[in-house]
Nanobody, 121 residues
Framework: QVQPVESGGGLVQAGGSLRLSCAASGRTFSNYAMGWFRQAPGKEREFVAA????????YYADSVKGRFTISRDNAQNTVYLQMNSLKPEDTAGYYC??????????????WGQGTQVTVSS
């Protein structure tokens, strides 16, 4: 089973960039679609981006389309989320997980600790 560990969060000014990483243990990492989700205080967890097992198929929430890029390196068992043009409303805890598919997006691994992203105005 894939167990992800997120890193790369921090405090950044609006308009800035961050790159999140998700290192996933497990020999079958490359078999899974992966997704990034986020949760702001007092809000439900929401979908951000998904990538298929080969890295070809990618989907984004409308709120991040054109600003965020998801990618993966199967040799390194790692998924990335490049976040550009950050806005205060992007402030949230960010989590990655294996998902059932890039369109179904149902998480299939337990949620990890996540990594906090804070965007100041």
């Amino acid at each position: 089973q894939v167990q992800p560990v997120e890193s790369g969060g921090g405090l950044v000014q609006a308009g800035g960039s961050l790159r999140l990483s998700c290192a996933a243990s497990g020999r079958t990492f490359s078999n899974y679609a992966m997704g990034w989700f986020r949760q702001a205080p007092g809000k439900e967890r929401e979908f951000v981006a998904a990538i298929g097992w080969s890295g070809i198929r990618r989907y984004y929430a409308d709120s991040v389309k054109g600003r965020f890029t998801i990618s993966r390196d199967n040799a390194q068992n790692t998924v990335y989320l490049q976040m550009n043009s950050l806005k205060p409303e992007d402030t949230a805890g960010y989590y990655c997980t294996a998902i059932t598919g890039v369109q179904s997006r149902t998480p299939i691994t337990p949620w990890g600790q996540g990594t906090q992203v804070t965007v100041s105005s």
